[in-house]
């Protein structure tokens, strides 16, 4: 399996790809993905630790919502000591560099449209 490092460069990647094409089709997009990668997207967007981040709720089917600033250089970059890597405290490589597009969470964990869906 991947870790940390290698599921954090591919959220880097996937923001950019998705500003990109949110760039290039009038600014809407549509992606799906699974609960661990959803919340380390989230809390690399967020800068929450990934220690917080899991204990965010994803349920089944739920809708997370992001804004993500498209104009060329509109990035934020995280380096060894944020939060999403323990803050201070961080044992990661001092190296550690990650380029995010500047994104802000409008909704996370939405589920009202599965008011009466049974999901197993």
């Known amino acids: ?3 940390a490092r290698e599921v954090l460069t591919r959220v880097s ?7 990109q094409t949110a760039s290039q089709n009038g600014g809407s997009i549509f992606a799906v993905s699974h609960s661990t990668y959803l919340r380390m997207l989230l809390a690399a967007i967020t800068d929450t630790s990934l220690a917080e981040a899991a204990l965010f709720e994803q349920k089944n089917g739920c809708i997370n919502v992001l804004d993500i600033d498209t104009r060329p250089g509109a990035t934020v970059t995280l380096t060894s000591n ?3 890597l323990g803050g201070p405290i961080s044992n990661v490589e001092k190296d550690f ?16 449209h599965l008011e009466g869906v049974n999901l197993v």
């Open 82 to 84: 944020c939060k999403l």
């Open 1 to 3: 399996g991947e870790n």
């Open 97 to 112: 560099k990650l380029e995010l597009p500047i994104t802000s969470l409008v909704r996370m964990n939405e589920v009202r």
């Open 13 to 19: 990647s996937a923001l950019q790809t998705l500003s």
